[in-house]
């Protein structure tokens, strides 16, 4: 949809209910120069997935939390990523806070068409929305910050780092992982080590909702 002076603007969140939502749209509104804009809440997913189908809404701003903070399932997320990000009639806008630059990576490549941080400028958000929604050539619109965030985390796991997180989160210890692949048990650690330090997890909880997050895609 390309807005102009005399459009009408259909905007929804999924998403706990939160005032932010409502200055939002009344900022975009009144920048953007849209007559009526409708802000839409939608706190339940089969309701949300019902009114993407319809095409009841033209912008859809979800936080990474609001997927992530374990309240929907692996097979919930997969089908609200789809709905949205495969649907053209749709601009997907993703708050992006606290994620590793490995998911933010998958999740430009299943199709959010926005990718901004709760911490940029108002004006950043009008930027990204101006930029796509007008664009002929759809190229997902990332925001400085965020480009920064993928550039500083550029580090790429070997196959076989890889390997021991994904069997972890699996739910194997380290001595079976060595036993599995029969690697030292010290050969194991370091590379769970070297894994961590690339993925800059401090400590285990945060290699545990790493592990989650990463099985999604």
């Not at 603007?9 to 975009?28: E, G, Q």
């Not at 500083?152 to 196959?159: A, S």
């Not at 890889?162 to 739910?171: C, F, H, P, S």
Request: include cysteine.
């Amino acid at each position: 949809m390309k807005p102009n002076k005399h459009a009408t603007l259909n905007m929804t969140y999924f998403h706990k209910y939160n005032m932010s939502y409502d200055l939002i749209a009344s900022f975009v509104q009144q920048k953007m120069n849209i007559d009526n804009l409708f802000l839409h809440h939608f706190s339940d997913l089969k309701e949300l997935l019902i009114a993407a189908e319809n095409n009841k809404f033209d912008i859809i701003i979800i936080n990474s939390p609001c997927l992530f903070d374990g309240t929907l399932c692996e097979k919930e997320i997969r089908k609200v990523l789809t709905a949205l990000c495969k649907n053209n009639h749709i601009t997907t806008v993703f708050f992006a806070d606290n994620m590793k630059a490995q998911l933010l990576k998958k999740l430009l490549d299943a199709g959010v068409n926005v990718m901004i941080s709760s911490k940029d400028k108002p004006h950043e958000l009008l930027t990204a929305l101006k930029t796509f929604m007008i664009s002929t050539e759809k190229e997902a619109y990332i925001s400085q910050s965020i480009r920064e965030h993928l550039e500083q985390e550029c580090d790429d796991l070997t196959p076989k780092e890889w390997e021991v997180i994904n069997l972890i989160q699996e739910g194997y210890s380290l001595s079976e992982i060595a036993i599995k692949k029969c690697r030292a048990m010290s050969t194991v650690s370091t590379q769970k080590r070297k894994a961590m330090k690339k993925l800059r997890l401090r400590n285990e909880s945060e290699l545990l909702r790493f592990l989650h997050q990463n099985a999604l895609f």
